[in-house]
């Protein structure tokens, strides 16, 4: 494998979950598959989970590893061809990639959506600007679009805590007062697609994630019609792809414990950060069926296998 850019990467989600699952059983089986081996983790927005959880796995593997915020500390970078660059920015991509391709042996980026300009973000421009400029694989730790490293978590957990074959997923939009990209909610509709699962999504109109993602998932507008019977609730905040960016704080749409009683039981999953009682109530968090920090665990594993297939095939 080459890149880790979307979850189209995986060739079997069911190979691929067996075998997170088989690593996070030993997840030091491999210890010195990346000895002398360093991954360069450049940041262009804030992490936890995603910063920390690709250093362990890369650590585990025995892989050195290089942290870069590139906001603050990095050169702005020009992604334009031909760009005059006698205005803000002062380095291109070009060079950084190459350069950075030198010091390291695979490169993961984290580079938001800016909410700004919709054909500019579907595009990727920084991820697909690093993966044409740079010559060692690239792996995407979330993009302006797309989060296949929370996807492939979410995957493992789900496989973890079914009880039934086909269970019922629903993926719930809730209310934040910040424009939040729908890259986590993209990738997780993409995952589900490829999964048994008898997949929802509900949210308020005009808030439908881009229609060749969503092409053939059931969309229910009634949330407390969406719950019934779930055996998972997933649960995320997007800003509208249609008006791009535009924020709704309908309270309404707040998960709540009397909403849960809807569901089957359901496990209650987000991939952090959440804004508790914006979001979703403490009484639902705090709930032994709210798995998120089992899920945040998950994360280790998803980054510890792509890498692996990484080095594996280098
Ligand atoms: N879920 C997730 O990507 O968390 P961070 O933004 O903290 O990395």
Redesign the pocket.
Known sequence: MKNYFSIKDIDSIENWVNEAIELKKNPLANKTLGTDKTIGLLFFN??????LSTQKAATNLGMNVIVMNFTGEGWSLEYDDGAVMDQGTSEHVKEAAQVVSQYCDVLAI?AFAKLKNREDDYNEKVLQSFIKYATIPVIN??SATG?P??ALTDAITIIEHKKKNKPKVVLSWAPHPKALPQA?ANSFVEMMQRMEADFVITHPVGYELASEITKGVSIDYNQKNAFKDADFIYVKNWSSYEDYGKVSEDKSWKITEEKMKQTNNAKFMH???VRRNVVVDDAVLDKENSIVIEQ?NN?TYAAQLVLKKILESK
Do not use: F, I
């Open positions: 804030p992490s936890l989970r995603t910063r984290r730790m979330e989060h490293l929370q986590v991939c952090l950060p945040a994360r």
